[in-house]
């Protein structure tokens, strides 16, 4: 019985990792092959991406419990968590725009400068603003389809500027229409197969999760 509570503990450790990876790709790939871009902030881009790949960070845990390394635990999620508001971003750090390329964005970028009255030149992927200490740092990340715009700037009023960028950005790429994108296909199968797989093995060992669950709470 103890041998079967192990392999229950592992398949649901496994199905919990392979979920949430699985519905990652899914809408990842419907975003990606929908007409219009998608802008989100970093920060939000950043708790989506933290609430995948956590469960990964869970492997030790049952071990630890069956050990009774209590502080070790504790000492594991303390350092987790610090690491997770450490590299949490600003709420005006920038944004994250899926479905679209670089360029195409740098062109929207110019748009919305002038629109706001704001003047400055590309370094690069980098864009100074004029009399301003305002920056914005242009990065691509091909294999999802985004391109992540981050700024960096010393002016109180930034956050304000910065998300009027973002209003303004996100109103432009309404009349931005795309064909479905062959990487758009491709990370919707891959999501599909990945929830495939969990529902397998939960169908394969469901007899010993009932009698686990009968054992937990019966």
């Known amino acids: 019985m103890l041998a079967e509570g192990y392999q229950v503990v592992d398949v649901l450790m496994l199905v919990g990792n392979l979920l949430p990876l699985s519905l990652y790709f899914l809408i990842l790939g419907l975003v990606n092959s929908h007409a219009r871009p998608c802008l989100i902030t970093s920060r939000s881009d950043f708790l989506v991406l933290t609430s995948v790949l956590v469960p990964v960070l869970l492997w030790p845990v049952p071990d630890l419990v069956r050990g009774q390394m209590y502080h070790w635990l504790g000492a594991i999620l303390l350092f987790a968590a610090a690491i997770f508001f450490y590299l949490l971003p600003a709420r005006d750090a920038g944004f994250v725009i899926y479905n679209l390329t670089q360029s195409r964005c740098r062109r929207l970028l110019d748009h919305v400068f002038e629109r706001m ?7 690069g992927n980098t864009w100074r603003a004029d009399g301003l200490e305002l920056s914005l740092e242009l990065r691509e990340f091909s294999l999802l389809s985004n391109v992540s715009l981050h700024f960096e700037s010393g002016d109180a009023g930034a956050r304000s500027r910065i998300n009027a960028i973002g209003s303004e950005l996100d109103r432009r790429l309404d009349a931005i229409r795309r064909l479905p994108s062959n990487m758009g296909i491709g990370l919707v199968m891959a999501g599909i197969t ?25």
Request: glycine letters at 12%; a neutral charge.
């Open 117 to 123: 009255g704001l003047s400055g030149r590309w370094l």
């Open 194 to 218: 990945l929830m495939i797989l969990p529902m397998w093995m939960v169908g394969r060992h469901i007899h010993d999760l009932v009698d686990a669950m009968l054992h937990l709470f019966g």
